[in-house]
């Protein structure tokens, strides 16, 4: 398949050295920097490129010998590619990751892919914990209930307009600010906070708690409980008693659990609670002054610019995004091996949560950027196609880029089904 890919490649680099209906001798033994490593017949093409296609800062520092408005077009659209690449590798790490711990928590050892290729870390690391989930559900037995709450994944304003700055030359850095559609402000208020305050883990909590809530819990718990437990302890019928294992219910006294409610004192992760003046954690909603670093939990619209430039800026900006973690709660009831069901659950509700980060957190923005990325990087080969000497410039850093990016997205698309794959198994999906 690969190898079929590279020969359209090298059948556009063909027309670009005829473009303009002249032909020019170049070095046709030169290898191209920045061409996809393992490709066959990489090497055998003619040009060169003056940039690393791997490397968005070398690519807008590049000397492309291009005329004005062209020369800022194709630098922009390298860099999208370059920015994409570096996403697409970091998605199959964190899942790779994620699926790997999971599945080594759970007892399994053959996590490392048997081939090498886009994804394949993911794939196997996943498949690894999609095998473990299954054995131990199978000797737990019972019913698998997992509740979720999103993560919340929001990009950086001041990084989109800062990124507009620099690549479009019509926009004046420092001039402009980016807005925010489809989703939530946050950041840091030193004014009084107007919406939610969210405060990282340690800190004194009241209010919802995404991870374990150690104090008293509002609701039903899912736990530890020093005190009476009102529901159901290891999957039986507590009958208000005290419970020394897991507690599902509502427990009169200190908890430390899941808290499906207010949690009053101190949560293992971020805590979100109504604001009620200062904030000395992150603020959503509003501020009675101007917000400091602010991100978007919706689209980040940067001011007007090149689409060029703005595929490039929302292939940077998504490679930054900041995470809050989903929250993960685990029931396993009328279990048959107690044991199995508590490591199930243990296992679940430690690494879930950077699972359902990609899944249900990144995945909707990298698409969107692959397809803004594709688009821009295939436009900008139109418009330099028939340049004559333009397309002898460039030619060979856009086809480079070109193959890159199909394998980014191969890389992407494997990881994402990984793990959905892994996620759905545990119920989570």
Do not use: Y
């Not at 040009?47 to 690393?52: E, M, R, V």
């Not at 709450?149 to 507009?164: G, Q, R, W």
């Amino acid at each position: 398949m690969e190898a079929k890919q590279w020969q359209k490649t090298r059948i556009f680099i063909a027309a670009a050295l005829l473009a303009g209906g002249s032909l020019a001798v170049i070095d046709c033994g030169g290898k191209i920097p920045g061409a996809p490593k393992g490709v066959p017949g990489a090497d055998a093409l003619p040009g060169g490129c003056p940039a690393d296609i791997n490397d968005a800062a070398a690519v807008m520092s590049a000397n492309f010998g291009l005329e004005g408005e062209l020369e800022g077009k194709v630098k922009a659209a390298l860099s999208a590619g370059a920015h994409f690449q570096a996403l697409a590798a970091d998605v199959e790490t964190e899942v790779a990751t994620a699926c790997g711990n999971l599945a080594k928590d759970l007892g399994a050892t053959d996590i490392e892919p048997k081939e090498q290729g886009p994804g394949k870390r993911a794939e196997a690391a996943c498949n690894a914990a999609v095998k473990a989930i299954g054995e131990l559900k199978a000797k737990a037995k019972g019913s698998l209930k997992v509740d979720v709450v999103p993560p919340k994944c929001s990009a950086s304003m001041d990084a989109m307009a800062e990124c507009a700055g620099k690549c479009d030359a019509n926009v004046k850095p420092g001039s402009v600010e980016a807005t925010c559609e489809g989703g939530e402000i946050s950041g840091t208020c030193e004014g009084d906070c107007k919406g939610t305050c969210t405060v990282d883990a340690g800190a004194k909590c009241e209010g919802t708690c995404t991870g374990q809530c150690q104090g008293t819990c509002e609701g039903k718990i899912s736990g530890k409980c020093d005190g009476k437990c009102d529901g159901k302890c290891d999957g039986k019928d507590s009958k208000g008693k005290a419970c020394a294992g897991t507690c599902d219910g509502k427990c009169n006294g200190k908890a430390d659990a899941a808290c499906n409610g207010t949690c009053k004192g101190s949560c293992s992760a971020s805590c979100k609670m109504e604001a009620k003046g200062k904030c000395s954690g992150e603020c959503s909603g509003g501020c009675s002054v101007k917000m400091k670093a602010p991100k978007c939990s919706g689209e980040v619209k940067p001011p007007e610019m090149s689409a060029e430039c703005k595929a490039n800026c929302d292939a940077e900006v998504t490679a930054k995004l900041e995470c809050q973690p989903a929250s993960v709660t685990v029931k396993l009831e009328g279990a048959a091996d107690a044991e199995a069901a508590s490591k199930l659950k243990a296992a679940l509700e430690k690494n879930l949560p950077a699972l359902l980060k990609v899944t249900m957190g990144m995945k909707g923005k990298v698409e969107a950027v692959a397809g803004n990325v594709e688009t821009t990087i295939k436009g900008v080969q139109g418009a330099v196609q028939g340049g004559g000497q333009a397309a002898l410039k460039v030619g060979a850093c856009l086809a480079a880029s070109i193959q890159a990016q199909a394998q980014a997205s191969v890389q992407v698309n494997v990881s994402f089904k990984a793990s959905a794959s892994a996620s759905a198994e545990a119920g989570a999906g």
